[in-house]
């Protein structure tokens, strides 16, 4: 019997992975008038690991009708040292906006339907391929799409890096690889990170971010409001990941929400990862192909913000394609100039900020009760009015100023990890 070859569709690009980056970079390909097909795995509205905070800077990029989709607003920063605070600053205006993911991302998902792209969900990519010119996915169920333009928002286990960047040198023929499940193996060095739903209880810190750097060495723990009067409250460690996030969150968890555990309705604590930037440096590589969001590594290494870089990476990405239209490789080497020049230069500082706040985080505690407005400077970020570089500044120029004496911590952190 002759094996019966699936039918190629051919597009002008393919997306797999529709998570914020995916959707956005389809929706604004489907908008420029190109034809486009969107992959995920996984049936939307799903679940994905996440505090779903979203910064305020982010909004200028979501689509029209973003209000419609339930979500707390916070404006202010309210900075813990285990038992230590609260130091409070609230700006009067929103610094970030506080979402449920399944809700968030079905949302962008589908505006990216209603703007024509064809969106497949539910279904496995089953093979990955380069052949020089074109990329080939064919997914579960015998479909088979090919298109010049690829681009990678599968998330931080990337399926697309691992089938295609080992076999650069050999561009020639299409020799697609079956993997059919992501595993955490593949991530490299990365830093997990746990967080738990939690309604029912007393607000920890109502309309304000809330993050301790009390308790988790190495980082901080955060709780967020949610809509529908809940929280979600989470951990991870930057300067030393964390071995045991589930138990580190739990210990958290009873910490800042002492004697809550019959009275309210916790949801499944969950873990995943957040990339390391510098153990992502795939951009380029391949002519036409772009890694987007948490697939390019494009998380910052301070605050773990990863949900504005989707959004801001597949902008970019599209853009560069337009710009550079029917010339993949100079639209490639473009994205990936930005990416290394504006983003990962960024994400230094924010390393080196990290390096710095979390292995002394009662100095800086100390410096913040001190001098509050400091507090400012995390909303000023996620606000868009500063990066980390200029941050990192703003921060110098207040520590140049104190005596340094007075900022010794005088306490000691209550930790049990
Ligand atoms: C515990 C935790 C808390 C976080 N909290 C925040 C926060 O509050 N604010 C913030 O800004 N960032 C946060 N982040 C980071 C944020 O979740 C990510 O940076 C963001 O989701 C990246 O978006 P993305 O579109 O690149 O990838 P994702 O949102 O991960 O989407 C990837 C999509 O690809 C699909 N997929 C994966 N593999 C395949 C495949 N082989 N074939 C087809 N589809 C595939 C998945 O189903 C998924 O829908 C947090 C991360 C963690 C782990």
């Known amino acids: 019997m002759v ?6 569709r051919k597009m002008d690009a393919i997306v797999v992975g529709l998570g914020p ?3 956005t970079g389809a929706r604004l390909l489907s908008q420029a008038g190109l034809s486009v097909v969107g992959i995920d795995r996984s049936e939307f509205p799903r679940f994905k690991t996440c505090g779903g905070g979203v910064s305020a800077r982010s909004i200028p990029y979501l689509p029209i009708g973003w209000q419609s989709v339930p979500h707390e607003v916070t404006t202010g920063v309210c900075l813990t040292y285990d038992n230590h605070g609260p130091v409070e600053v609230d700006m009067g205006m929103p610094i970030a906006y506080q979402f449920r993911r399944e809700e968030f991302d079905h949302f962008l998902l589908e505006e990216a339907r209603k703007d024509g792209a064809l969106i497949v969900t539910g279904v496995q990519v089953e093979e990955i391929g380069w052949d020089g010119s074109d990329f080939r996915i064919a997914t579960e169920g015998g479909n088979l799409y090919t298109a010049p333009l690829l681009l990678a928002a599968d998330g931080a286990s990337s399926q697309v890096s691992r089938s295609l960047l080992n076999r650069t040198k050999k561009p020639g023929s299409f020799r697609p690889r079956f993997q059919r499940r992501s595993s955490v193996k593949h991530l490299g060095k990365s830093f997990p990170s746990s967080e738990i739903n939690i309604s029912g209880s007393n607000p920890v810190s109502p309309g304000l971010v809330r993050i301790d750097l009390g308790f988790v060495s190495g980082g901080y ?3 967020f409001p949610k809509s529908r ?5 989470g951990v991870i460690g930057f300067s030393k990941p964390l ?3 589930l138990a580190v969150l739990g210990g958290f968890v009873s910490r800042i929400l002492p004697g809550t555990e019959g009275s309210s309705t916790r949801e499944e604590p969950r873990t995943w990862f957040v990339p390391d930037y510098q153990e992502s440096d795939r951009h380029g590589k391949i002519p036409g192909l ?5 697939a390019g590594g494009l998380v910052d290494p301070f605050l773990g913000e990863g949900i504005y870089y989707a959004i801001l990476s597949a902008k970019k990405a599209v853009s560069e394609i337009l710009k550079h239209e029917n010339h993949p490789k100079a639209a490639s080497l473009s994205y990936a100039g930005w990416i290394r ?3 990962f230069r960024d994400f230094a500082q924010a390393r080196r900020l990290a390096a710095v706040i979390y292995r002394f985080p009662g100095v800086y505690f100390r410096l913040v009760q001190k001098y509050p407005h400091v507090l400012s400077l995390y909303a000023a970020i996620l606000r868009g009015a500063h990066d980390y570089r ?3 500044r703003s921060i110098g120029k207040n520590l140049l100023n104190l005596p340094f004496r007075t900022l010794l911590p005088r306490f000691k952190p209550n930790r049990t990890f």
């Open 243 to 245: 071995t045991d996030p």
């Open 341 to 343: 020049q504006d983003l």
């Open 390 to 392: 200029s941050f990192s």
């Open 290 to 294: 772009f890694f987007l969001g948490d």
């Open 221 to 223: 723990g955060w709780s």
């Open 21 to 23: 980056a995916g959707s």
């Open 3 to 8: 094996p019966v070859m699936p039918a190629s």
């Open 229 to 233: 009067s809940g929280e979600n409250i």
